[in-house]
């Protein structure tokens, strides 16, 4: 699978850390700079003056970002089919390090789901569900998102395909906290830099917001292939492959 990323959260303003500072040589109160999703970062410029004299200092470079234009990731998934209509589903992907600077990446993915159709047999041509499922992705110590969802799910089947859609409601909550440090000039003893430590926090919180989802299923005895494409503020690409009893 993978969630794409889309422009407005690749970008964010962020303040000047020494503003209310008795020491603030940097000119700007506040710049566009790039999130972790982004390329680069932006730069505060500033003038301070030595034995009276205007000198430029280094400007205060936030850190660049990783230029990602989505999340790909690959997690087994499993369903369990129970009584009276209803399936749990269980996706998972323990924590690996997929890279030394982003980190460890894991995912978990909890669901039920159950059968709407069963009541009314012979009347609705189609297979009817509903489904609730909770996701949680962690990014190494970088990035964390949780998401909640409730979705109305159709389907039919054609000898060996299944055609299936859905509508649903989603939410979802995005973090992306981290820390660099920053040398910069001290006029009070130019041969030792002032070092300082720049928290930078991106919270973001979507409104509730609707989804709707198309796909595929090919059945070849136990096996099945399918491909679906999710429509939502993080819009979501899947494929995949397993075994069905």
């Not at 700007?28 to 205007?54: K, L, M, Q, R, Y």
């Not at 709407?116 to 998102?145: M, R, S």
């Amino acid at each position: 699978m993978t969630t794409f990323v889309p422009d407005e959260d690749k970008s964010f303003n962020v303040t000047n850390p020494f503003i209310g500072d008795t020491f603030n040589p940097y000119q700007e109160n506040e710049i566009e700079t790039a999130t972790i999703f982004g390329t680069d970062g932006g730069s505060f410029t500033g003038v301070t003056e030595v034995n009276g004299v205007p000198v430029s200092i280094d400007p205060l470079k936030m850190p660049d970002g990783l230029d990602l234009a989505g999340l790909p990731l690959v997690m087994p998934q499993f369903a369990l089919g129970l009584p009276f209509g209803n399936e749990v589903q269980l996706r998972y992907f323990p924590k690996t390090e997929v890279d030394k600077e982003i980190g460890d990446v894991g995912f978990l993915g909890i669901g039920v789901k159950h059968s709407i159709d069963q009541y009314f047999p012979g009347i609705i041509p189609i297979d009817v569900a509903i489904q609730g499922f909770y996701q949680k992705l962690e990014v190494g110590e970088l990035i964390e998102i949780k998401s909640l969802a409730a979705n109305a799910q159709l389907s039919k089947k054609f000898l060996i395909f299944t055609f299936y859609g859905g509508l649903g409601w989603e939410k979802t909550d995005f973090l992306a906290e981290y820390k660099f440090t920053k040398e910069t000039f001290n006029p009070s003893n130019p041969a030792v830099p002032i070092v300082t430590e720049i928290p930078v926090k991106l919270e973001l919180e979507s409104d509730n917001s609707m989804k709707a989802t198309v796909g595929m299923r090919l059945s070849l005895l136990f096996l099945k292939l399918y491909g679906d494409y999710s429509f939502a503020k993080y819009n979501t690409a899947n494929v995949g492959i397993g075994l069905g009893f």
